[in-house]
């Protein structure tokens, strides 16, 4: 079974910053168009950033410039580097991938993972 696992969330001060993982487990041959959500209380589910067509990245306007996305293929991880939080980017980030390969080729779509809480605030 495929699973995505976050870490790295916390409480960090406006102006911090923070990286968050996001590490697959299992037989992994490839996640394919990973990417980050968020949702703050009372909110809905928004896109953060994400790796399309393997290297494209896109974000959301509202972190453009403060955060990055990248992806370390022979660990199977996803990153979200967050600089210069604001206590509006206090949320559960989610980390997704729209197909995951296991090394058998059978296909996982849709994964999730469980979320990690990110705080900012003084």
């Known amino acids: 079974q495929v699973q995505l696992v976050e870490s790295g969330g916390g409480l960090v001060q406006p102006g911090g910053s923070l990286r968050l993982s996001c590490a697959a487990s299992?037989?992994?041959?490839?996640?394919?168009?990973p990417a980050w959500y968020r949702q703050a209380p009372g909110k809905e589910r928004e896109l953060v950033a994400g790796?399309?067509?393997?290297?494209?990245?896109n974000y959301a306007d509202s972190v453009k410039g403060r955060f990055t996305i990248s992806r370390d293929n022979t660990k199977n991880t996803i990153y979200l580097q967050m600089n210069s939080l604001k206590p509006e980017d206090t949320a559960v980030y989610y980390c997704?991938?729209?197909?995951?390969?296991?090394?058998?080729?059978?296909?996982?779509?849709?994964?999730w993972g469980q979320g990690t809480l990110v705080t900012v605030s003084s």
């Open positions: 299992g037989r992994v041959f490839s996640i394919n168009e």
């Open positions: 790796i399309t067509l393997g290297t494209t990245t």
């Open positions: 997704n991938a729209r197909s995951i390969v296991r090394v058998t080729g059978s296909t996982a779509f849709n994964v």
